[in-house]
């Protein structure tokens, strides 16, 4: 079992959730269970799913939680560019997380890309 902690592109997914967070509190009241559920979601799964990912035994397992991460990072991508282009919250932090996510799908693609050919 890997230790998920030590990995950068867990360690990266981590800050872009908790930034997800700081960034949804400024949303409106009435997008609590709307764009506030769906960013906080699917910004957790992304370093949720190379967690659960580790802990498999093959690599085909783990790759395929990787990509489940990289689908929630472009998910999550998509409902922060919504959310900008809504005018929903501060938008220092909404370009932020773009840029991060835009480094954790690189990283995501190239660990994914790894794990299949060592694997």
């Not at 799913?49 to 498999?56: C, D, F, L, V």
């Amino acid at each position: 079992m890997i230790n998920f902690k030590k990995l950068k592109v867990w360690q990266l997914g981590f800050d872009i959730a908790k930034e997800c967070y700081i960034l949804v509190s400024a949303f409106p009241k009435e997008e609590k269970y709307a764009l506030v559920n769906q960013i906080t979601r699917a910004a957790v799964s992304i370093p949720a799913n190379i967690a659960e990912g580790s802990s498999r035994k093959s690599a085909r397992e783990y790759a395929h939680f990787l990509e489940i991460a990289l689908g929630s990072s472009y998910e999550l991508e998509t409902h922060v560019l919504l959310a900008e282009a809504l005018c929903y919250g501060d938008l220092s932090i909404s370009k932020s997380i773009l840029y991060k996510l835009s480094e954790e799908q690189k990283m995501l693609l190239a660990f994914i890309n790894k794990i299949k050919t060592d694997g």
